[in-house]
């Protein structure tokens, strides 16, 4: 039996109706091709209403008419995709585009998108003028894009970073002072509950950014005991211990 499943072939399709024209079980058939006894079952549980009526070049056209992708929610000749470039003019990203399509017409299915669904429709014109523009007004104008339907993070990684989770009870706690919190200032609507000061820091590794914050606090006569930075990189907050002044 396979160890990974494979769609079926159209030997398999014949082998499977002659079988079941010799009055074979779905396991003796599934034996014979070194299948699962359900995929034998399933294959004609979608091609025919019973075992006897199956038949080997119809199930082959029903599974690819099954396969066949439905019409493409942003072809380029749409309003849509007129109004996605009008709004990625105005120096929208993709992510901003599709939740404002939303907020725009919130009632009508068909002008809700993601993200992924205008990257795409982007990159699959065909090269030209058109094709440039548009990618040059995205805010990375890569010439090539790769899915990120893997996983895996592809950005830059800081050296030495220790998770937020295993930062002490004490730091976390924020009763005692000295314990210092890093962020990125982004605007009005992300404002700290907190004193804040501001200075340009290195993000060669997350010691290099607490050394520097650290050096620049103790400037100023601060207290400092760690720093918890919110890496510029990952956005995920990461905790270093500081060293007592020397």
């Given at each position: 039996?396979?160890?990974?499943?494979?769609?079926?072939?159209?030997?398999?399709?014949?082998?499977?109706?002659?079988?079941?024209?010799?009055?074979?079980?779905?396991?003796?058939?599934?034996?014979?091709?070194?299948?699962?006894?359900?995929?034998?079952?399933?294959?004609?549980?979608?091609?025919?209403?019973?075992?006897?009526?199956?038949?080997?070049?119809?199930?082959?056209?029903?599974?690819?008419?099954?396969?066949?992708?439905?019409?493409?929610?942003?072809?380029?000749?749409?309003?849509?995709?007129?109004?996605?470039?009008?709004?990625?003019?105005?120096?929208?990203?993709?992510?901003?585009?599709?939740?404002?399509?939303?907020?725009?017409?919130?009632?009508?299915?068909?002008?809700?998108?993601?993200?992924?669904?205008?990257?795409?429709?982007?990159?699959?014109?065909?090269?030209?003028?058109?094709?440039?523009?548009?990618?040059?007004?995205?805010?990375?104008?890569?010439?090539?894009?790769?899915?990120?339907?893997?996983?895996?993070?592809?950005?830059?990684?800081?050296?030495?970073m220790t998770s937020i989770h295993l930062r002490p009870v004490e730091v976390a706690a924020r009763q005692v002072p000295g314990h210092w919190e890093g962020d990125l200032i982004k605007g009005v609507g992300n404002r700290?509950?907190?004193?804040?000061?501001?200075?340009?820091?290195p993000i060669n590794s997350i010691i290099d950014h607490a050394d520097a914050s650290t050096t620049k606090l103790r400037s100023r006569s601060i207290l400092v005991k760690s720093v918890t930075c919110n890496t510029v990189?990952?956005?995920?907050?990461?905790?270093?211990?500081?060293?007592?002044?020397?």
């Open positions: 039996m396979k160890k990974t499943y494979e769609h079926m072939v159209t030997g398999e399709r014949n082998e499977i109706q002659r079988g079941l024209n010799l009055g074979l079980s779905c396991r003796a058939i599934a034996r014979q091709l070194n299948r699962a006894p359900s995929s034998i079952t399933r294959e004609i549980a979608r091609n025919a209403p019973s075992a006897r009526s199956y038949d080997a070049q119809r199930a082959g056209v029903a599974t690819r008419a099954r396969c066949r992708r439905g019409p493409r929610k942003l072809p380029p000749d749409s309003p849509l995709f007129a109004c996605v470039c009008d709004l990625l003019g105005q120096s929208g990203s993709p992510q901003q585009i599709a939740g404002r399509l939303r907020h725009m017409r919130p009632d009508e299915p068909g002008w809700h998108l993601s993200h992924e669904t205008i990257y795409r429709a982007l990159y699959a014109l065909p090269r030209g003028q058109l094709r440039r523009e548009l990618i040059a007004q995205l805010r990375f104008a890569h010439k090539r894009r790769k899915s990120r339907s893997g996983g895996k993070d592809r950005r830059g990684s800081l050296p030495n700290s509950s907190r004193k804040a000061t501001s200075m340009p820091l990189l990952h956005f995920r907050i990461e905790t270093a211990p500081v060293s007592p002044p020397s």
